[in-house]
């Protein structure tokens, strides 16, 4: 009888469930099923954007996957989760997290500009990941950048869990990450 390796299998097994979550992967694997909806529904222009910790990873695997069909896009993501990335088409902007910041409002500005610049033959890619709400950043009016800095800041240190953070930060942002 064989003997199985149980740390061999153990490492196998992790790797495998690491691989599956792989945000690169995932988002590349939906790449054929775009690209088909974007072709069958006469649609000129392809934008990507996007938030989250793993925006970049994302973007990268729809750039790859939909070459030549990208026009323009967007991207927010926490500062060092870019490393590598360079794009001619998708900006990457690294902010604030779980303190938002100025790179964030930036970016989250940008994003809507561009959305608000699409047309009805204009496809989005919206790529989410976790850490969003903290990087699509938008005060509502009456709201600065300053205050839901310094209210994360509070909620932070008094151990509010990041679904209590949330239901905070959605009633004081003009949109919802």
């Known amino acids: 009888m064989a003997r199985i390796d149980s740390k061999a299998l153990v490492a196998e097994i992790f790797y495998s469930a690491l691989r599956s979550v792989d945000p690169y992967e995932l988002v590349k694997s939906q790449t054929a099923g775009i690209r088909d909806y974007f072709q069958e529904g006469g649609y000129e222009r392809l934008l990507i954007t996007g938030f989250g910790k793993a925006a970049c990873a994302m973007a990268r695997a729809a750039e790859d996957g939909l070459a030549g069909n990208v026009g323009k896009g967007i991207v927010i993501t926490k500062y060092g989760h870019c490393a590598g990335y360079s794009s001619n088409t998708v900006t990457a902007v690294e902010a604030g997290h ?48 300053d205050e839901k800095r310094r209210m994360t800041g509070l909620l932070l240190r008094a151990g509010a869990a990041i679904h ?14």
């Open 98 to 145: 779980p303190v938002p910041d100025e790179n964030g409002l930036r970016g989250t500005t940008e994003i809507v500009r561009l959305l608000k610049n699409m047309d009805e033959k204009t496809m989005v890619v919206n790529l989410i990941s976790g850490g969003g709400s903290a990087l699509l950043v938008s005060p509502s009016p009456g709201i600065t950048l």
């Open 164 to 177: 209590e953070l949330n239901a905070v930060r959605k009633h004081i942002s003009l949109v919802k990450g």
